[in-house]
């Protein structure tokens, strides 16, 4: 049976950041860089052999980033184009005494790419086909999983030639999700203003009982488009994004007190409780 441990993993870091000014991967977001909140995204999920490729910037960016769990590659000729650094990264899992039967290819500069978003894709493509990409802006693009038959053409990539090359010549193939959040990427100052009001207004937020499994994670940081936002909207939110259907159920605390009438400020600490919890 095929599963996750059989994809491997090909992370994108090579990239001079020379629009914005500053190396891209080393943004802020939710508490960490943009880069190590890629790694751990990716963490979660337990996919099998897994590559971060880096180049301009490499020095300081290992330096600031933890990298267990991944082979760390450096492709000297990151300049040319990301086609080298992902015909890097792939040519590396080709080689391994065990290679992965998929791989799946993603970006470090994407915040909205998360664990849960990874999991839709990777079970998608296992259970639909040999090649499965995000769809937003009305294009194929990456996060996508590629399945061996692709591996030699991902190696021969060079220069700017990327993912989406294949996309085109293997559109009757192609399986998609769809991922609206995939616009965002940071390559602007502009993109990054554009991030860090959405950072700056965010609340905590804590799971109990089971809703840590069903979520898989005990905390994180939950960013509000806006201030003022009411505490039924955002338990919608969140359990919708996880699926969670028993919304009378679970309770809502918001600085430790139950009140389903408050209005969420950046800052606040949420816990949501399973039915159980809290009387």
């Known amino acids: 049976m095929t599963t996750f441990a059989d994809i491997g993993v090909v992370v994108l870091a090579a990239g001079a950041s020379s629009r914005l000014g500053q190396p891209k991967q080393l943004v802020p977001f939710r508490g960490k860089t943009l880069l190590q909140h890629t790694l751990d995204e990716v963490l979660a999920v337990g996919f099998g052999e897994k590559v971060l490729v880096l180049g ?10 933890a990298t267990e769990g ?3 590659l450096h492709n000297p000729e990151w300049a040319s184009g990301m086609g080298s650094t992902l015909s890097t990264g792939v040519q590396f899992l080709q ?4 290679a992965p039967a998929h791989v799946l290819v993603l970006l470090s500069d994407q915040p909205y790419v998360d ?3 990874l999991r839709t ?7 639909h086909g040999q090649l499965t990409a995000c769809r937003y802006a009305e294009k194929s693009a990456v996060p996508a999983v590629f ?3 692709y591996f030699p053409e991902l190696a021969n ?6 993912a989406r090359q294949l996309f085109r010549q293997h559109a009757n193939a192609l399986t998609h999700i769809p991922f609206d959040m995939g616009t965002f990427d940071i390559d602007t100052p502009a993109d990054l203003a554009q991030l860090n009001p959405q950072t700056s207004l965010a609340v905590q937020v804590r799971y109990f009982g089971y809703l840590t499994e069903k979520t898989g994670t005990d905390a994180e940081s939950w960013p509000l488009e806006t201030a003022d936002v009411s505490v039924q909207e955002f338990k919608a939110r969140v359990l919708a994004r996880y699926g969670l259907s028993d919304f009378d159920a679970i309770q809502v605390a918001v600085n430790q007190e139950l009140n389903s009438e408050a209005l969420l400020q950046a800052g606040d600490e949420v816990a949501f409780l399973p039915p159980f919890a809290g009387g």
């Open 56 to 65: 301009a910037h490499a020095a300081e960016i290992q330096a600031r980033t």
């Open 70 to 72: 991944f082979h760390l």
């Open 95 to 98: 080689n391994l005494p065990s």
């Open 115 to 117: 664990r849960h978003l």
């Open 121 to 127: 894709l990777a079970t998608t493509h296992l259970g």
């Open 147 to 149: 399945s061996q038959t």
């Open 157 to 162: 990539l060079s220069g700017d030639q990327g």
